[in-house]
């Protein structure tokens, strides 16, 4: 069979820029396993229509980009999406002291030019690198080579001498791999736990969507944090393999949460899909009805967001995946729903929490417009200073109290 290259190349009168454009709608096409006339670029694309002339090719050209980008601004629909995989590449190798550790400290992916999205200014340590979860959207895979998974075993020698930036409040640990799925296995936690101990004053912010508990039997001090990322039911199930179900990372929180921990939740990021609306609504009914919001410090709630190398990385892995069945508006430099699109799906989560959860858990959006924090959250902030300041009194006042 004819490649998507080849297809591509061997139509005449495009111009290098459509050609671009149309192999890159090919290919999430591909990706998409639609049935019928939508399975394929070659099935929306007659060959014979290589042979008219330059206008009526531009015009099929016309008719076949805005024919997908149709597909795009509709939900997805999952009940004909059955992704086979064969994961027995994925069991990963263990590396342990990898290169250059001095450079494990960095900082959140938020666009740097402006204020454009409404950044808290999170510190992220990279104590281990990538992830053995598959998660169809995930960035990590664009970072790291796969199946290895870096890990630093002497990582509290390199805590014990570092020094923080003036104003470093609030570290994540979950930007470049699980935070949790090693456990302390390689003493990880236990280095932290020595280092969230010696400064107090600073949040160390764990990230899972794994539901291992048997990390819970060290003595972790109140200002680590433990947070789990959580899916409705269907997205979680189609795309997000190899990790924990939403169910049992639930259960994973409230008995850690149960323990005495702080824990934390990220709806993150959402899909716009058929039923999306009840199967969110279940989701934050399911966590609302295991933990206490005195145990929660924040919520966070975002959506899928791509970088170019994100979706060129997607697109050269071949593997089935509807995650990129979305209009890919560019914002802030990165490529997401449409603002309107996203304010309806914000407001539903948010406003399915009771009023107690809103007066005692810290919501907040993130690398969002901040356009969308009035209507979706009923307040905003004026600039990222003042956002971080709130996160700042918001975390540090519940781990103290």
């Not at 330059?54 to 999406?81: G, W």
């Not at 402006?114 to 970072?143: H, P, W």
């Not at 145990?295 to 170019?308: A, E, H, Q, Y």
């Not at 003042?386 to 540090?396: N, S």
């Amino acid at each position: 069979m004819t490649s998507i290259e080849e297809f591509v190349q061997s139509i005449p009168y495009l111009t290098f820029q459509q050609r671009r454009m149309l192999k890159e709608q090919a290919q999430d096409l591909a990706l998409w396993g639609l049935e019928g006339a939508d399975s394929s670029i070659q099935t929306l694309w007659p060959e014979d229509y290589n042979r008219t002339s330059k206008n009526d090719v531009i015009k099929l050209y016309s008719k076949v980009m805005a024919h997908i980008n149709n597909i795009r601004n509709i939900p997805i629909d999952y009940s004909s999406f059955k992704p086979s995989y064969d994961f027995r590449g994925k069991d990963s190798n263990i590396v342990k002291d990898f290169l250059s550790p001095e450079r494990i400290m960095g900082r959140c992916p938020c666009p740097r030019d402006g204020e454009q999205t409404r950044c808290c200014n999170l510190k992220t340590l990279d104590a281990v690198q990538q992830c053995a979860f598959a998660c169809a959207y995930c960035s990590i895979q664009s970072f790291y080579s796969s199946n290895e998974i870096r890990v630093l075993s002497d990582l509290g020698r390199h805590l014990d001498g570092m020094v923080l930036d003036e104003g470093t409040w609030h570290i994540g640990t979950g930007q470049s791999s699980d935070s949790l799925l090693l456990g302390d296995d390689y003493g990880t936690l236990s280095a932290l736990s020595s280092f969230a101990k010696r400064h107090p004053d600073v949040v160390i912010e764990l990230k899972t969507k794994c539901a291992r508990t048997d990390w819970l039997s060290l003595d972790l001090p109140r200002n680590i944090v433990s947070t789990w990322s959580l899916n409705a039911e269907t997205p979680a199930l189609k795309e997000e393999h190899l990790a924990a179900s939403p169910k049992a990372r639930i259960e994973a929180a409230a008995k850690c949460a149960g323990t005495g921990h702080l824990v934390g939740f990220h709806i993150h990021p959402m899909f716009f899909f058929n039923g999306w609306e009840k199967e969110y609504s279940e989701l934050v009914r399911n966590v609302v009805d295991s933990v206490d919001p005195d145990d929660v410090v924040m919520v966070r709630i975002g959506t899928l967001t791509f970088t170019k190398q994100n979706l060129r990385t997607l697109r050269q892995s071949g593997r089935p995946t509807r995650v990129t069945q979305m209009p890919l508006s560019p914002i802030a430099g990165k490529y997401s729903y449409d603002l309107d699109t996203k304010r309806r799906m914000f407001s539903h989560v948010y406003g399915s929490f009771p009023q107690d959860w809103k007066d005692k858990v810290f919501f907040y959006l993130c690398m969002e417009d901040p356009s969308l924090w009035e209507p979706c959250l009923g307040r905003s902030y004026s600039c990222n200073a003042d956002f971080e300041a709130d996160m700042k009194r918001h975390y540090l006042g519940k781990i103290r109290s």
